[in-house]
């Protein structure tokens, strides 16, 4: 504070501590915290601490979700701060791998037009998004089957096996419909895959009411909301894990997929997770 003081009035100037804060454009409450702060403490330090045990815990949290985890932790801190220190201390973002193709439309079996759009999507359970996925294990690959609630980007139903076929998607309809209340005018979205199109998957829907909805022909940003949720499992956790066999797969994805309903911050959420947000729409309807 001296040296400051010095290179703004002059070698030798002598002032008192309110006269001092006028001329420098401090309040007299940041003059004494930085005249009584030891000498070479960095002011970053325990900030750059928690922000490196977040990157820790979260490998691919961005500098804007960090910051948002910080401030609900009550840090209220600048996006630019965090990106600064991030970028000093190297927690750089994975890079992202391609998505091997699961689609095969390539059938005879009727497929249904493309509803979602029209959906304007305000509360839970009024559109729902089917996807699948690949997970590479050590000595071979499966597939993960999920439902995903648009309004939340909650997952509602997932499954994981060895076969890509009907059996796989109708599991995780299945734990969904177990899991959720089905609503009048809930649609139903995924492609066009033979899965999706297959009688008993079809017909299931049907039963509960729901309407089907697909995308158009090969145009997968139609069904844009699974294709995300799958990207950041793959970044998240399955490109960072090495699976065993399936039953370790199975484990290990499925506690991801709970941490990911309770507590990962989701940027569409306000940087909320997705229970949390449906609680609190849940809380604002019933006042």
Avoid at 186 to 214: C, F, N, P, T, W
Wanted: with cysteine; charged share 30%.
């Amino acid at each position: 504070m001296s040296a400051i003081l010095s290179e703004t009035l002059g070698e030798g100037a002598v002032l008192s501590v309110s006269r001092a804060c006028e001329a420098l454009a401090l309040p007299r409450s940041t003059w004494y915290r930085l005249r009584d702060r030891p000498a070479g403490v960095d002011r970053d330090v325990a900030l750059r601490d928690r922000i490196q045990r977040i990157a820790l815990d979260r490998w691919v949290y961005g500098y804007r979700r960090i910051t948002a985890q910080l401030r609900r932790e009550g840090l209220l801190v600048n996006h630019k701060r965090v990106q600064r220190l991030m970028r000093l201390d190297n927690l750089l973002c994975l890079r992202r791998k391609s998505l091997l193709v699961t689609t095969d439309s390539e059938h005879g079996l009727p497929v249904y037009p493309n509803h979602a759009a029209d959906v304007a999507v305000d509360g839970p359970d009024q559109l729902w998004v089917a996807d699948i996925t690949y997970i590479r294990l050590r000595l071979e690959f499966v597939y993960l089957a999920v439902v995903l609630d648009v309004f939340s980007r909650r997952l509602v139903g997932w499954e994981l096996d060895r076969r890509i076929d009907a059996p796989l998607v109708l599991s995780a309809l299945e734990r969904a419909l177990m899991s959720r209340e089905v609503r009048a005018g809930l649609v139903h979205h995924s492609d066009r895959g033979v899965q999706y199109a297959s009688d008993d998957y079809i017909k299931r829907l049907k039963e509960r009411g729901i309407q089907i909805s697909m995308s158009r022909r090969g145009n997968p940003y139609d069904n844009a909301y699974a294709e995300s949720f799958m990207k950041t499992l793959k970044y998240e956790e399955v490109y960072l894990t090495e699976y065993e066999d399936l039953a370790d797969a199975r484990m290990r994805i499925g506690q991801f997929l709970e941490d990911y309903n309770q507590n990962r911050l989701h940027s569409a959420l306000g940087y909320r997770p997705p229970a949390e947000f449906e609680a609190l729409a849940q809380s604002a309807g019933s006042t």
